[in-house]
Nanobody, 124 residues
């Protein structure tokens, strides 16, 4: 089975930086990691950043100018560079991957994969 593993979370002071990584367990073109979500305490999970179909990126308004999403050329490792962190960024951060439409990837079509999250805590 495809598994996603997030890493890089931790405790950081406001104004600091962290770099999150998400690695897919399978080396296959049938999987594309593309999204970072987060779930603050007491709130619903929200989209933080997403790789778009044109290789650009979308960001939540709350993180624009501070966070940068990127991935490797194989599209199996996703990164989130987080700068100028604020206490309101405190959350569990999750990555998400989707099955691709590459020929020969029929078994992955329509599939969605989630990591188990990494905790980011920003102190005042």
């Amino acid at each position: 089975q495809v598994q996603l593993v997030e890493s890089g979370g931790g405790l950081v002071q406001a104004g600091g930086s962290l770099r999150l990584s998400c690695a897919a367990s399978r080396d296959t073109i049938c999987i594309s990691v593309m999204d970072w979500y987060r779930q603050p305490p007491g709130k619903e999970r929200e989209l933080v950043a997403r790789i778009t179909s044109d290789a650009g990126a979308d960001y939540a308004d709350s993180v624009k100018g501070r966070f940068t999403i990127s991935r490797d050329n194989a599209k199996r490792t996703l990164y989130l560079q987080m700068n100028n962190l604020k206490p309101e960024d405190t959350a569990v951060y999750y990555c998400n991957a989707k099955g691709t439409d590459v020929f020969g990837c029929r078994n992955y079509r329509g599939m969605s994969y989630w990591g188990k999250g990494t905790q980011v805590t920003v102190s005042s």
